[in-house]
């Protein structure tokens, strides 16, 4: 069964920093392209950041770009976003989403951010 | 960036009914769409990718279908495990992007 579990959430204060990871089992990971996406409160869907399976190619939404990194470990099975200079509209769950083909098949619970003082 | 314009953003209807859900491309996207049913406090569960295609596991009740730069999510024989929000998304181009969703609820 496919599972993606992120970890690393919780309350940071605006400017700071905060690491999110994104567990996979039952897939061959490294096979893989890997996404974040976000839901600020009560909001659709939004995109934040792709890599493919060897870390070849990364896109970043134009909100995050120079403040959020994307990266993975294949060897550990992980996907992490290193999310810096927060602010408050970055407030949001964080799912990833293992990327077949392009479509996104399958999401993680989510993990959720709040940046306020 | 690829604009998609999905609607309604809410609708009711009855059990039994069919439904319809429609999101308009802003450029062409070929057939690089997919939906997602959200239920409250849950992730987002793929159900048609390709504009068309069923995802495995998912009733034949629902399907896609697209018509120009229209797409659109029909679900036959409404039933209340189909309550939920319903997310289109364009995977042509980067950035992706959704629509802003639509909230279908059971009278």
């Known amino acids: 069964e496919v599972q993606l579990v992120e970890s690393g959430g919780g309350l940071v204060q605006p400017g700071r920093s905060l690491k999110l990871s994104c567990l996979a089992s039952g897939f061959t990971f490294s096979n893989y392209g890997m996404n974040w996406i976000r839901q600020a409160p009560g909001k659709g869907l939004e995109w934040v950041a792709s890599i493919s399976s060897s870390s070849s190619y990364i896109y970043y939404a134009d909100t995050v770009k120079g403040r959020f990194t994307i990266s993975r470990d294949n060897a550990k099975n992980t996907l992490y976003l290193q999310m810096t200079s927060l602010r408050s509209e970055d407030t949001a769950l964080y799912y990833c989403?293992?990327?077949?083909?392009?479509?996104?098949?399958?999401w993680g619970q989510g993990a959720s951010v709040t940046v306020s003082s | 960036d690829i604009q998609m314009t999905q609607s309604p953003s809410s609708m009711s209807a009855s059990l039994g009914d069919t439904v319809t859900i429609t999101c308009l491309a802003s450029q062409d996207i070929g057939n690089y769409l997919s939906w997602y049913q959200q239920k409250p406090g849950k992730s987002p569960k793929l159900m048609i990718y390709?504009?068309?295609n069923l995802e495995d596991g998912v009733p034949s009740r629902f399907s896609g279908s697209r018509s120009g730069s229209d797409y659109s999510l029909t679900i036959n024989s409404l039933g209340y495990d189909d309550e939920g929000i319903y997310h289109c998304?364009?995977?042509?181009?980067?950035?992706?992007?959704f629509g802003a969703g639509t909230k279908l609820e059971l009278k």
């Open positions: 390709g504009a068309t």
């Open positions: 998304h364009q995977y042509y181009e980067y950035p992706y992007t």
């Open positions: 989403a293992r990327d077949s083909s392009y479509v996104m098949d399958a």
